[in-house]
């Protein structure tokens, strides 16, 4: 059985021997450019626009590129720095398979007639559902539908699912039940004219730090902030209200908020009237959520409850954001419902300078979300077990209803079945469960038990350590393709170099496999990125998440086109539901009562003190990109648990000291960041880092009922003072890599752009 890492060379590998610090040979330590490329940033949501400096076949740095709508040429420490994956050391250039003696290079060939003679193998003794894929989101549009579409036709099988099931999944399910259609309202050229501004668990200025730009813009014009986060997050240090709830106590924030709007006649009656369904059942369900009842549930003082209605209710325009900080828990999409609730209420959505979103996370995190990525979805954001929406795509597919697959299992749900052994080879994409979903050590015991396991990634990541095969992908800058960002733009990613040595882009690895199992004849005519798009917008076309009018030739002329875009002449929708009208086939949203349940763990005498997870501006996810990269390994090397200062004094500990966090699922010893920013009771630790550091250690396996989302932001834990020596060594070993990279002179050229 596979382990975590634990000797040094394997702690070299998992957390990257190599930081992209000394410069490579033939470095110019001053390059000229041959050619600017405009693409965009291949980290998160916002795809913020950026010119690559290119030079023989090799990003060398970045230009801003101003003209690009969104972030006009500003960028984030990653995108500043993400220029420096490309020529790591560690790149997959060659595919890798197992011996015993641990993995080896292998020809194309090899370990492609390997890889495919196990699928058949594993498929011909347990049945087609027995081989699952698990993909990602930072995939581009045409490859997330085209893994969809590998899933269900290449391989047959209908357990398909993606990382988005750990992000994007709980304000999709609520986006589409309240308004029939998933996609953030607006551009966000509507915050900067809103008059209030509500940020629901998002930590705005490290996960999406070019919207703050957006956000600082309204305030300069005088608009009012409020934050709700147990953390007091630094866009929150620039907030008119902090309300730093309990964690998981959301949705009774909403409710509380919701009775008080309507006991002050505070909601737009005609709005609700003509435009919503359901708002009497969703009042008679907060009838008892009082600002007493409220303060009890959340911890917050009645008084800001009640500014903060005051202050939602009474303003004219009004934008409202969420993020992960409320959809990741057990009531994720009733959290999500809470916010619509709130929206539709004061009936301005549709309106300029009006608004709601939530902020998407990964690069696709929109795309990927719509075009039959998901074990339940088809493209164009339809449902795989609605006849009619079957017929269709069986139509663009050349395929009969019988052999296309129904409803699968979902990600968590795929990992549990690997475990329980009914799910016996896995094709892993784009995703790193081993880091990334909860109880990590459950993770590794299920990719330890597969039959079968391959791998493409670019880099040998903590799961693909657990892989049979490796085959070696291309970077975001090697390939073209489109991306929808959180505003819900279609935009153009351009090829800037070619993959290095036998690396190649996902679709054409899958096209091959598909190929050799004999189902060419539904990827063949797959010839580049753009025939595929030509075939998603087809798929697309009369979905809510309709692409038919964008072409490769009208993004680069708009930069960017909003969906839905449903004809060649439609400049695209920058602002949804104008006029009111919503996307159900009567035209009207649905309020959707949300009444108060606790989440599925709580604080007790055993664990006395709330644990949450999330981000820090300097990495990105699982982080095997940005560990690799210097420069952000020296802003942030290692994972801490932040925790305030009266806290910090019940136990004993000081800044820096070691600290033994336990839950139910296991233990972790990290450094201790005394911070008066966070609730005293209740702890944060950033989840970016591998096994003994990995905050899903200590996160649960518990999901929402609708959407499938672990709850990553709530659980509980107990506290114990340790040791120095405890620290485990891997998390020294980066303090000392971010110390080499601060002192090392020879770093310097690749860290001054
Ligand atoms: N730097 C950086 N940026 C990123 C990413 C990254 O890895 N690094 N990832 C991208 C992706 S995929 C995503 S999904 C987004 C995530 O973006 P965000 O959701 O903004 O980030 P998180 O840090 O996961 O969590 C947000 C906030 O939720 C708060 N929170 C915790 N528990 C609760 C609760 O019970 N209620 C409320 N209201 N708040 C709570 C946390 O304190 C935290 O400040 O970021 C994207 N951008
Ligand atoms: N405790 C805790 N856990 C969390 C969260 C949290 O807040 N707290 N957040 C959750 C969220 S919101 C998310 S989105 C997930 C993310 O979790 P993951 O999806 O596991 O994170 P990534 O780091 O994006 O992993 C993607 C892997 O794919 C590779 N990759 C990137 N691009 C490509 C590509 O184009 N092709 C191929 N083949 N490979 C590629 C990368 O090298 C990396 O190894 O984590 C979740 N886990
Ligand atoms: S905000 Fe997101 S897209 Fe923009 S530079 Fe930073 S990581 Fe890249
Ligand atoms: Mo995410």
Redesign the pocket.
């Known amino acids: 059985m596979a382990t975590l890492p634990q000797t040094p060379d394997q702690l070299r590998t998992a957390f990257g021997p190599h930081l992209n610090l000394a410069p490579p040979d033939g470095w110019d330590a001053d390059p000229v450019p041959d050619r600017l490329v405009e693409t965009h940033c291949c ?4 795809q913020c626009g950026i010119k690559l400096k290119v030079k023989d076949n090799r990003v060398i740095g970045f230009d801003p590129w101003e003209e690009f709508p969104f972030n006009k040429g500003k960028l ?1 420490p ?1 995108g500043v720095k993400r220029y420096l994956q490309g020529n790591h050391p560690d790149r997959l250039t060659k595919a890798l398979m197992r011996t015993p003696e641990g993995f080896r290079e292998a020809d194309w060939e090899t370990a492609m007639a390997h890889t495919v003679a196990k699928i058949q193998e594993i498929q011909g003794k347990y049945g087609k559902d027995a081989f699952a894929v698990l993909s990602g989101v930072s995939l581009t549009n045409e490859k997330s539908y085209h893994v969809g579409k590998f899933a269900r036709l290449g391989l047959q099988t209908k357990n398909l699912d993606y990382n988005g099931r ?3 999944v709980s304000a999709g399910a609520g986006n589409k039940k309240a308004f029939g259609l998933d996609r953030a309202a607006n551009s966000w050229e509507d915050i900067e004219g809103a008059e209030v501004i509500w940020v ?5 200025a ?4 070019i919207t703050t730009d957006y956000i600082w813009r309204a305030r300069d014009r005088g608009a009012k902030l409020i934050v ?4 007091i ?1 630094p866009l929150a240090r620039t907030a008119d209200l902090v309300l730093p ?6 949705s009774a924030l909403t409710n509380g908020i919701l009775h008080l709007l309507d006991t002050w006649n505070l909601i737009d009656r005609a709005f609700i009237e003509n435009h919503t369904q359901g708002f009497e059942e969703t009042l008679s369900a907060v009838k008892d959520c009082t600002p007493e009842w409220t303060s009890r549930m959340t911890g917050l003082p009645v008084a800001a409850i009640e500014k903060a209605a005051r202050m939602w209710g009474e303003a004219r325009t009004s934008f409202l954001l ?8 057990s009531k994720g999409v009733e ?1 999500v419902l809470g916010c619509i609730n709130l929206v539709l209420a004061t009936g301005r959505i549709g309106k300029p300078n009006c608004g709601y979103g939530t ?4 690069g696709n ?1 929109q795309g990927g979300r719509e075009h039959g990525h998901k074990c339940d979805q088809l493209p164009g954001n339809r449902d795989i077990e609605n006849p009619e929406h079957r017929k269709y795509i069986c139509d663009v597919w050349g395929c009969t209803d019988e052999e296309l697959p129904r409803k699968g299992q979902s990600a968590q749900e795929i990992m549990n079945a690997i475990h329980a052994g009914e799910i016996k080879g896995l094709l892993l994409l784009c995703f790193n469960p081993v880091v990334s979903l909860p109880d990590n050590q459950f993770t590794a015991e299920a990719l330890s038990k597969l039959e079968f396991f391959v791998c493409l990634d670019f880099f040998a990541s903590e799961s693909a350590q657990y892989a049979d095969v490796i085959l070696p992908s291309a970077l975001h800058e090697e390939d073209e393709g489109t991306s929808t960002s959180a505003e819900g733009r279609v935009i153009k990613i351009n090829k800037a170099v070619d993959p290095p040595g036998d690396a190649r882009p996902d679709w054409v690895i899958l096209n091959e496999i598909a190929h050799r199992l004999g189902r060419g004849k539904y990827f063949d005519h797959f010839t580049s990125p753009e025939a595929i798009f030509n075939e998603l917008r087809v798929a697309s076309k009369g979905g809510t998440a309709d692409y038919y009018g964008i072409t490769y030739e009208k993004i680069e002329r708009q930069m960017g086109v909003f969906w839905p875009c449903p004809s060649l002449d439609h400049p695209g929708t920058p602002r949804l539901f104008e006029g009111g009208r919503f996307a159900h086939p009567d035209g009207k949203a649905r309020f959707v009562p949300t009444p108060w349940r606790p ?1 599925m763990e709580v604080v007790d005498a055993d664990y006395p003190v709330w644990l ?10 699982s982080g095997t990109q ?1 560990r690799r990269i210097g420069w952000l390994v020296e802003q942030c090397p290692n994972p801490y648990l932040e925790i305030h200062p009266k806290l910090a004094e019940r136990y004993g500990l000081k800044d820096g000291d070691a600290v033994e966090i336990t839950s139910r699922r296991g233990s972790l010893v990290l450094p201790a960041k005394v911070v008066m920013t ?1 609730r005293p009771d ?1 702890v ?1 630790i ?3 880092w591998p096994g003994n550091l990995g905050a899903n250690r200590l996160t649960a396996r518990h999901l929402d009922p609708v959407s499938k989302i672990p709850e ?3 659980s509980a834990c107990r506290l114990q003072k340790t040791t120095p020596d405890r620290i485990p060594a891997e998390l020294r070993e980066l303090q000392r890599m971010a110390f080499e990279a601060r002192t090392n002179q020879a770093a310097l050229p690749q860290r001054v752009f």
Not at 228 to 231: H, L, T
């Open positions: 980290f998160c949501g916002q984030c990653k750990l992000c994007m629901a668990g998002s930590n705005v490290e996960c999406s730090p709700v986060d147990p953390r997050t709830l309990k964690p998981g106590s959301d969420h993020a992960r900080g409320i959809e990741h828990q959290n902020i998407t996370g990964q995190g989440p949450t997870s999330g981000r820090v501006v300097f990495h990105y996810l940005t966070i209740t944060f950033p989840y970016h990553f932001k709530v």
